[in-house]
């Protein structure tokens, strides 16, 4: 057998200092320290038997020292609420100076919650306005926009109707003088009627109209 070897002693030893730390809130690395000083191993030794053999032969155990535990811490809470020892048995009752202490407290608190509570309004107010002027801007840019498209499809329509009465001339005066000559071109004028047509006008309605 070698001199290292673990006995039975030494894995109850090791399994009565772990579940004493885990009763008392404590860590299994603090149990393991300990273990160590005591059984003259190293605390990764102890920690590796732990893990490999010992916790599987102690899992009732370890239950029942969890939940020793939190009975334990749940007595430590009540007694602090209660501002009384969680180890003496008559740790019920308050003192006039706590409920007092208590109830200051809870009104700072209340106090504090009010106050962040009406910056945090008073803050939605001010997003709230910066939100209508912007919803305000945006109406009226996307107003002025509408205005300037009516405004450029207007321009547009007018300047193409420009574009063919002015192509209209420049066909009907190339046509002019391709079928009667420069001679008797001067002769003829044109005019453009209500639809946006050109009409030629000879010189004898020209002198008809002025007379």
């Not at 730390?21 to 190293?42: D, M, P, V």
């Not at 032969?57 to 007595?75: G, W």
């Not at 409920?99 to 997003?127: D, G, H, I, P, Y």
């Not at 008797?184 to 007379?211: C, K, P, S, V």
Request: with cysteine; glycine share 4%.
């Amino acid at each position: 057998m070698r001199q290292d070897a673990w006995t039975t002693e030494d894995d109850e030893i090791l399994a009565e200092i772990v579940l004493k730390h885990i009763k008392q809130g404590s860590t299994q690395l603090a149990g393991f320290n300990e273990a160590a000083r005591r059984l003259g191993r190293t605390a990764a030794a102890c920690g590796f038997r732990w893990n490999a053999c010992v916790r599987k032969q102690q899992r009732y155990r370890i239950e029942l020292a969890k939940e020793e535990r939190k009975k334990n811490k749940s007595q430590r809470v009540q007694a602090q609420l209660e501002g009384g020892d969680a180890d003496h048995p008559t740790a019920t009752l308050m003192t006039w100076a706590q409920v007092l202490r208590f109830l200051r407290q809870e009104k700072n608190t209340a106090q504090e919650w009010a106050s962040r509570w009406r910056s945090t309004e008073r803050q939605l107010n001010e997003w709230k306005a910066k939100y209508e002027a912007l919803e305000a801007d945006y109406k009226r840019v996307c107003e002025e926009l509408r205005e300037l498209k009516s405004t450029h499809d207007a321009i547009t329509r007018d300047y193409k109707a420009l574009l063919e009465i002015m192509e209209r001339a420049r066909k009907a005066a190339l046509l002019d003088d391709d079928l009667i000559g420069p001679k008797f071109a001067e002769g003829f004028m044109y005019r453009i009627d209500e639809y946006g047509n050109l009409e030629r006008i000879t010189t004898g309605e020209r002198m008809e109209q002025a007379e």
